[in-house]
């Protein structure tokens, strides 16, 4: 059974940072792409970054370019996405999502306010 479980959410002041963490279970992590998506009150979802199975090809929006990072932990069956220099428009609900599947974890509240 697919489970992604994301964590790390929480309420900072613009410029400030959060670490994201998905923790994954149920599937061979390992060989599966990796993406987070966001989706921001009243408006549709959207994708935030990709990462490759080895880890060593990303991209991202172009939102977030040069500000978010996404990593992963194979070993850990972990994928994580740092948010620096957050702007009050990341406030959004991020999820993680295996590109294979269509399961959606319960994803985690990140508002970005002053």
């Known amino acids: 059974q697919v489970q992604l479980v994301e964590s790390g959410g929480g309420s900072v002041q613009p410029g400030g940072s959060l670490r994201l963490s998905c923790a994954a279970s149920?599937?061979?992590?390992?060989?599966?792409?990796m993406r987070w998506y966001r989706q921001a009150p009243g408006k549709e979802r959207e994708w935030v970054a990709f990462?490759?199975?080895?880890?060593?090809?990303?991209n991202y929006a172009d939102s977030v370019k040069g500000r978010f990072t996404i990593s992963r932990d194979n070993n850990k069956s972990t994928v994580y996405l740092q948010m620096d220099s957050l702007k009050p428009e990341d406030t959004a609900v991020y999820y993680c999502?295996?590109?294979?599947?269509?399961?959606w974890g319960q994803g985690t509240q990140v508002t970005v306010s002053s």
């Open positions: 999502k295996a590109a294979q599947f269509s399961y």
């Open positions: 990462i490759n199975i080895g880890g060593d090809t990303t």
């Open positions: 149920g599937f061979t992590f390992g060989r599966s792409v």
